[in-house]
């Protein structure tokens, strides 16, 4: 994400300009630069840069998924950067449009374990980006989980862009 972040924000496609930028080590950056063009949002460009340092640049997807990205950066602070890298953080967001059971979260990322969503909403909840509230009405009593504060925002910016499903 502070990459697409990064170059959303004007900063040269250049490796070493964006290395920089991220505060990325070497391995992670290279990693995550090797992501994004696999996944389709960054391609290098064609004619710049020299074979050892090469230029990126955003592909029309990823104009798209570097503005949300910039939205997001801008609204999480600084110590939240670490929840925003996980794996989980954004799609269980993006789930979270309307408040929702345990259950009805899983069935809309499919590819998510239980433990994985047990863990990730339970780090949201530390932070307060999510609100588990019990209803105690039903039996058994289930959770209900909403996105609130930095969580909430995040989910309003993501949700009508991005479908992790």
């Known amino acids: 994400m502070p990459i697409l972040s990064n170059l959303h924000a004007g900063i040269a496609g250049r490796q070493a300009t964006l290395l920089a930028a991220t505060g ?3 391995t992670a950056f290279v990693q995550s630069m090797d992501h994004l063009i696999k996944i389709g949002l960054l391609e290098r460009n064609p004619g710049y840069g020299h074979p050892l340092r090469p230029e990126f640049r955003l592909t029309r997807i990823g104009i798209r998924a570097a503005a949300i990205a910039n939205k997001i950066q801008s609204v999480s602070a600084d110590e939240d950067q670490d929840l ?7 799609p269980v967001l993006t789930s979270l449009q309307t408040p ?8 809309n990322l499919q590819t998510i374990t239980d433990r994985a969503l047990s863990q990730s ?9 999510v609100h588990r509230s019990v209803d105690e009405t039903a039996r058994p009593p289930r959770s209900i989980y909403s996105a609130v504060n930095t969580g909430g925002i995040i989910c309003n ?4 862009e991005i479908s992790f499903v």
């Open 100 to 107: 929702s059971h345990f259950n009805d979260i899983k069935r």
């Open 24 to 26: 990325a080590s070497r």
């Open 84 to 90: 925003l890298r996980r794996s989980w953080t954004l």
């Open 157 to 160: 910016v993501t949700a009508p």
């Open 121 to 129: 909403l339970k780090s949201m909840e530390v932070r307060n980006w």
